[in-house]
């Protein structure tokens, strides 16, 4: 105890006088001052030299000492501790009061006060804000919030469509879905051709003046809008149930088939092939349209795509230098006279047309991809036999005779035994796949053979395929003047269509020679019936002009 009192007496600033305790005052705490008197702290040191004569002797000794001291020691002891313990109190209280000064803890607390009360009433103004803001937003986005959910970036879902399973009756539907929807675009060009081509007089002369009439006086855009209304207004009328007709040319209705609900598998086949037929054509026609544009602009054609180029500058400057009105005018008057006067004379004179009609030269000179890809081959193979020509033959046999046309196993009269005029038409000069039936023979080596068929302008040659040697004695050659009979053939009848082969009739066999699955028979067919019947007529005019032979 003794010395957790030294250790609270020497907690504070070291003082070297104390009161002395006679003259200490025995008030409270309050009454202590910093005027009292001190007196040198010797005493106080004696005492405790008294209490602890050893000084840090054993512990033993302690109890005897206390014991044998006097209650007046033990009073001043106890006085002693009161007088450190007062001066402890005092000295603690002037920090307290310095501190208080110094950091003004009132006037903080009053400060902090006002702070409390600002915040209460920020807070009140806040919520009374976001209140009115709430039912300002709730009231915009009631106004506006389908509208602005519109405008919310969201990644874009790759879905995927799943795809039908072919269906021949599908497939039939489809096409004529489409027909169906394509109708007012084809009958509208039809009625355009009709009025270009004065189909009804009296129609196309109003059509004309009063066309003249408004780009005169620079009304063609509202003669156009005005068209579209009144289309719009008796669509609607259709549309209500009345019998309306406004076409220049009478419009054919076909008669339509009810859909078959059972077809038998010839039918369904048939059918299949008569669609793909359809598709493919119109499919054909799309790309040589596509074709033809790419090749346009790509300079294929570099005198074609010049005309364009020029056209477009010409027009490019006309434009800057011309006033717009000067210049609408002039494109209204020339659009009116080429459709109405210069198409109708292109259209009734068609060399005029294939000498000066410059949109139909450019459009029909412009190759596509299959034309140009033939025209380079055929360009490469003139080359090559050029050249072959000229080192085996010297110069100017291949000017007088012409192109040897060569087959896969040599030239063309070496393997028919032909002589060098021959050649193949211009339509089959790569010849048609096909296979030769000859019913005379019975061994199935010689009664089916796969080949190429050629025709020139006096015969009919087949090619096998299995003939090594260049002329061979698989190889067929019929001359067109002793054919007597040219018909489309099917050879099995169980499958559906016209068939895909041609019958040959000639004196030279007991049985009509079959060429058949020939992919391109009608083609085929054509050309070998356009030439039969060219030899049959010069055979005739021959035969009127020398009648005693």
């Known amino acids: 105890m003794l010395k957790r009192l030294d250790k609270i007496r020497f907690r504070g600033p070291k003082r070297d006088e104390f009161l002395d305790p006679a003259e200490s005052p025995n008030a409270s705490d309050s009454e202590c001052n910093d005027d009292v008197p001190v007196k040198h702290r010797s005493s106080i040191k004696e005492t405790e030299e008294q209490r602890d004569p050893a000084g840090s002797g054993t512990m033993s000794a302690a109890p005897i000492q206390d014991y044998k001291m006097s209650d007046a020691d033990r009073l001043n002891e106890v006085k002693g501790h009161l007088e450190i313990a007062l001066l402890e109190k005092h000295f603690l209280q002037e920090e307290l009061r310095k501190l208080r000064e110094e950091t003004n803890v009132e006037t903080l607390k009053q400060e902090l006060e006002k702070e409390k009360s600002k915040r209460v009433d920020l807070e009140q103004k806040m919520n009374e804000i976001l209140r009115s803001s709430s039912r300002l937003w709730k009231w915009l986005y009631e106004r506006f919030g389908v509208y602005i959910e519109d405008f919310r970036f969201q990644p874009e879902e790759n879905t995927v469509e799943t795809e039908e399973p072919l269906s021949a009756k599908r497939l039939t539907e489809n096409m004529r879905r489409l027909k169906r929807g394509a109708k007012p675009v084809t009958n509208f060009m039809r009625n355009l051709s009709a009025l270009s081509s004065c189909h009804s007089v009296y129609t196309s002369a109003i059509a004309f003046i009063i066309y003249m009439n408004a780009a005169w006086h620079g009304w063609v855009i509202p003669m156009f809008l005005f068209l579209a209304i009144l289309r719009l207004s008796l669509n609607y009328l259709i549309a209500k149930g009345w019998r309306i007709q406004w076409s220049i040319v009478p419009e054919v209705s076909e008669p339509v088939e009810p859909p078959k609900e059972d077809l038998t598998v010839s039918e369904k086949f048939q059918l299949v092939l008569d669609v793909a037929q359809k598709a493919q054509?119109?499919?054909?026609?799309?790309?040589?349209?596509?074709?033809?544009?790419?090749?346009?602009?790509?300079?294929?054609?570099?005198?074609?795509?010049?005309?364009?180029?020029?056209?477009?500058?010409?027009?490019?400057?006309?434009?800057?230098?011309?006033?717009?009105k000067l210049l609408g005018f002039m494109i209204g008057v020339y659009a009116g006279i080429k459709f109405f006067i210069i198409d109708f004379i292109f259209k009734s004179c068609p060399k005029l047309r294939d000498k000066y009609d410059t949109p139909y030269i450019v459009w029909t000179?412009?190759?596509?991809?299959?034309?140009?890809?033939?025209?380079?081959?055929?360009?490469?193979?003139?080359?090559?036999?050029?050249?072959?020509?000229?080192?085996?033959?010297?110069?100017?046999?291949?000017?007088?005779?012409g192109r040897a046309y060569n087959t896969k196993r040599g030239p063309f009269h070496e393997v028919f035994n032909l002589s060098e005029n021959e050649r193949p038409l211009p339509v089959c000069e790569n010849g048609w796949r096909c296979c030769l039936i000859n019913r005379d023979r019975k061994m199935p080596t010689d009664y089916i053979r796969n080949g190429v068929l050629y025709v020139t302008e006096n015969y009919l040659c087949f090619e096998s395929s299995s003939s090594r040697a260049t002329s061979s004695k698989k190889n067929k050659v019929i001359k067109l003047q002793d054919i007597t009979d040219i018909q489309k053939y099917k050879v099995l009848s169980v499958l559906p269509g016209s068939g895909m082969g041609i019958s040959i009739t000639a004196p030279s066999t007991l049985k009509p020679l079959v060429f058949g699955a020939m992919i391109h028979r009608d083609e085929a067919f054509d050309a070998i019936q356009t030439q039969y019947m060219k030899i049959l007529n010069s055979t005739a005019a021959t035969t009127v002009t020398n009648p005693e032979t």
Do not use: H
């Open 365 to 401: 000179n412009l190759p596509t991809d299959p034309q140009l890809k033939e025209r380079n081959n055929a360009t490469l193979s003139r080359r090559v036999s050029e050249t072959s020509a000229g080192m085996s033959c010297g110069i100017g046999r291949e000017d007088e005779s």
């Open 281 to 324: 054509n119109l499919f054909g026609k799309m790309a040589d349209v596509l074709e033809k544009i790419k090749n346009l602009f790509m300079w294929v054609q570099p005198e074609i795509t010049q005309k364009l180029y020029v056209g477009l500058w010409v027009a490019f400057i006309t434009s800057c230098l011309l006033p717009y």
